[in-house]
T-cell receptor, first 111, second 112 residues
Framework: EDQVTQSPEALRLQEGESSSLNCSYT??????LFWYRQDPGKGPEFLFT???AGEEKEKERLKATLTKKESFLHITAPKPEDSATYLC????????????FGAGTILRVKS | DAGVIQSPRHEVTEMGQEVTLRCKPI?????LFWYRQTMMRGLELLIY????????DSGMPEDRFSAKMPNASFSTLKIQPSEPRDSAVYFC??????????FGNGTRLTVT
């Protein structure tokens, strides 16, 4: 059973077309939920950590939110340079210091 | 800081050969992780170390895989013998006391 599920698998947006990516999780004892961005040929790059339901974090055109069962990454007025794979990962009491990653959402923003 | 440094960036080898991947974590970090990424399975944790001691190797596929961390600034992941199904991108990451992971840029391994 997947502990971390991301949707959609792929998303194509026009420049300026806002949207949201979803990350749902089933682990118990959540310690933190992490969002990463991965560009082709590179390692994942850290974006945000969320620790408790109701928490929100923002960075430029990105805003991450967390509920008890899922997280959203909202992208407002995206630009082509926002194109990347966005990965969600969770750390929980049952996994100790390990991060369990979702499969990612491939975002393409066309100008 | 230079970040997590991995070498080589690309490795092409023949089935049956030994492969050694190398990682230098960020100075001061006390945990090191080896992940493997494939299209089919995404990012999978292979093993992680805390203060140079292996803590969880439950993700290591089989005995052909081994990892060492002889000191705080160096780790290796070895595959012997290698098989075509080992082809993937292998990432090393490090952190300090549960802080967000910092990843290297990976080693792309192709086993023919």
């Amino acid at each position: 059973e997947d502990q971390v599920t991301q949707s959609p698998e792929a998303l194509r947006l026009q420049e300026g077309e806002s949207s949201s990516l979803n990350c749902s999780y089933t682990v118990s004892g959540l310690r933190g939920l992490f969002w990463y961005r991965q560009d082709p040929g590179k390692g994942p790059e850290f974006l945000f950590t969320l620790y408790s339901a109701g928490e929100e974090k923002e960075k430029e055109r990105l805003k991450a939110t967390l509920t008890k069962k899922e997280s959203f990454l909202h992208i407002t007025a995206p630009k082509p340079e926002d194109s990347a794979t966005y990965l969600c990962a969770v750390s929980s009491m049952e996994y100790g210091n390990k991060l369990v990653f979702g499969a990612g959402t491939i975002l393409r923003v066309k100008s | 800081d230079a970040g997590v440094i991995q070498s080589p960036r690309h490795e092409v080898t023949e089935m049956g050969q030994e492969v050694t991947l190398r990682c230098k974590p960020i100075s001061g970090h006390n945990s090191l992780f080896w992940y493997r990424q494939t299209m089919m399975r995404g990012l999978e944790l292979l093993i992680y170390f805390n203060n140079n001691v292996p803590i969880d190797d439950s993700g290591m596929p089989e005995d052909r895989f081994s990892a060492k961390m002889p000191n705080a600034s160096f780790s290796t992941l070895k595959i012997q013998p290698s098989e075509p199904r080992d082809s993937a991108v292998y990432f090393c990451a490090s952190n300090l006391n549960g802080s967000p992971l910092h990843f290297g840029n990976g080693t792309r391994l192709t086993v023919t």
